[in-house]
């Protein structure tokens, strides 16, 4: 299973991202590739910050079992539904959205699971260090793939 915490995984991630540009098309979904690398940010810097996650009545009732799906090998399926908070709907700079996101990813490889101190998710709960590696690891991917990268 890939993993952002492992330094090879993390320089695919970042390598793909480089391939993007202003102008790539999205192959499904709404967002426009600036939107799209500013929604990967969002959960990354989850893993970064300790801070109380309020539980949603799906997570109460399925949050464990949808977590052991994410985490599995199977990749995301097209057009998942987005948690609001993540969404991005006005314009971003192509160019500022990629260099945050890579630097939030080599966060994640540069500073080891020891940098990883946030520890609940809104819909998965309880989160290690190594379910955030891989769960960000296979958002991107999916992410990627809807670019073509």
């Known amino acids: 299973m890939k993993n952002l915490?492992?330094?090879?995984?993390?320089?695919?991630?970042?390598?793909?991202?480089?391939?993007?540009?202003?102008?790539?098309?999205a192959q499904w979904g709404k967002m426009n590739v600036s939107q799209m690398l500013a929604h990967c940010q969002q959960p990354l810097k989850m893993a970064f910050i300790e801070k109380g996650v309020k539980k949603t009545f799906i997570s109460v009732l399925l949050g464990s079992v949808i977590k052991k799906s994410f985490?599995?090998?199977?990749?995301?399926?097209?057009?998942?539904?987005?948690?609001?908070?993540?969404?991005i709907v006005d314009e971003r700079d192509f160019n500022k959205e990629k260099a945050e996101l890579i630097q939030l990813i080599k966060g994640y490889s540069e500073g080891g699971s020891t940098a990883i101190v946030g520890t609940k998710h809104p819909?998965?709960?309880?989160?290690?260090?190594?379910?955030?590696?891989?769960?960000?690891?296979?958002?991107?991917d999916h992410h990627l793939q809807q670019f073509g990268a």
């Open 123 to 140: 819909i998965f709960g309880t989160m290690t260090p190594d379910d955030w590696g891989i769960l960000s690891w296979k958002h991107l």
């Open 5 to 25: 915490l492992n330094a090879a995984d993390n320089n695919e991630i970042v390598e793909r991202i480089n391939q993007l540009t202003n102008q790539s098309q």
């Open 71 to 87: 985490l599995g090998d199977k990749p995301f399926k097209k057009n998942l539904p987005t948690d609001s908070s993540f969404k």
